[in-house]
């Protein structure tokens, strides 16, 4: 199996840096919702301390995925696709790609408004994005709510592509994602 990406399909680097930051991402929403029910103590602090560390760790590790994207091919759709779904494709990966920077960014804006340094593992710290204003970190907490929300519904429609690909197109776009799959 490839490290690179060919015509044909993704390579072992871009699929880990995918498969990844899924699993991170999930991480994230499941210690969102045992945080957000807990009462403000020592554990609650601890669990948004870890979720600050796992999401700069997925903004870092999207800013690696984008330049060995640079650096590669990308995989070519299959030609049966019309030109609408070929560009609902590129505006779905293309908004994948926004979010997973921007939730990362709102975050860390949102933890320099409010003056809580964002520490990461105990190696460094982030420096401030903004000034702290106390008056706009509600406002970062509902951006940063919202950009959430708005990745939940574009992974949404992801997953229905790729299943559908999967299951009723039976190409091997989905495949292509997968190691240890040899493309058709
Ligand atoms: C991919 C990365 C991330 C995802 C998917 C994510 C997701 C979430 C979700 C789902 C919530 C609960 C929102 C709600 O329903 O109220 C939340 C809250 C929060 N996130 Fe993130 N987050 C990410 C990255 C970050 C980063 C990098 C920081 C800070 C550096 C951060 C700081 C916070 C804080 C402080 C809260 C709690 C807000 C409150 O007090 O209610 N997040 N996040
Ligand atoms: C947090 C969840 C996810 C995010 C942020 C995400 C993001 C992305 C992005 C940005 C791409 C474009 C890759 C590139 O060309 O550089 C992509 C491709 C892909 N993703 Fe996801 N993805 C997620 C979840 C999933 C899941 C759960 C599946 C499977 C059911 C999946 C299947 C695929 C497939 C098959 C491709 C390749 C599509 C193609 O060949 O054009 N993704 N994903």
Same mark, same amino acid.
């Given at each position: 199996?490839?490290?690179?990406?060919?015509?044909?399909?993704?390579?072992?680097? #871009?699929?880990?840096? &995918?498969? +990844?930051?899924?699993? @991170? /991402?999930?991480?994230?929403? %499941?210690?969102?919702? =045992?945080?957000?029910?807990?009462?403000?103590?020592?554990?609650?602090?601890?669990?948004?301390?870890?979720?600050?560390?796992?999401?700069?760790?997925?903004?870092?590790?999207?800013?690696?995925?984008?330049?060995?994207?640079?650096?590669?091919?990308?995989?070519?759709?299959?030609?049966?696709?019309?030109?609408?779904?070929?560009?609902? #494709?590129?505006?779905? &990966?293309? +908004?994948?790609?926004? @979010? /997973?920077?921007?939730?990362? %960014?709102?975050?860390? =804006?949102?933890?320099?408004?409010?003056?809580?340094?964002?520490?990461?593992?105990?190696?460094?710290?982030?420096?401030?994005?903004?000034?702290?204003?106390?008056?706009?970190?509600?406002?970062?907490?509902?951006?940063?709510?919202?950009?959430?929300?708005?990745?939940?519904?574009?992974?949404?429609?992801?997953?229905?592509?790729?299943?559908?690909?999967?299951?009723?197109?039976?190409?091997?776009? @989905?495949?292509?994602?997968?190691?240890?799959?040899?493309?058709?």
């Amino acid at each position: 199996m490839q490290y690179r990406n060919t015509s044909m399909r993704y390579g072992l680097v #871009a699929q880990f840096f &995918h498969w +990844l930051i899924v699993a @991170l /991402i999930i991480t994230q929403f %499941v210690l969102a919702e =045992i945080f957000e029910d807990m009462p403000l103590g020592l554990e609650k602090i601890a669990m948004i301390v870890r979720h600050k560390e796992i999401g700069m760790t997925v903004l870092l590790l999207a800013i690696l995925r984008l330049i060995w994207r640079y650096f590669n091919t990308t995989p070519v759709l299959p030609d049966t696709l019309k030109t609408y779904e070929r560009r609902l #494709a590129h505006l779905t &990966h293309t +908004l994948l790609y926004l @979010l /997973i920077f921007a939730i990362p %960014v709102s975050g860390w =804006i949102m933890s320099s408004l409010a003056k809580i340094p964002v520490d990461y593992f105990g190696l460094f710290v982030f420096p401030d994005l903004v000034s702290p204003d106390k008056s706009l970190v509600d406002t970062s907490k509902v951006v940063h709510e919202l950009l959430t929300k708005a990745l939940l519904i574009v992974v949404g429609l992801h997953v229905i592509a790729a299943l559908k690909h999967h299951f009723f197109l039976k190409d091997d776009v @989905l495949k292509r994602m997968l190691p240890f799959h040899k493309p058709d």
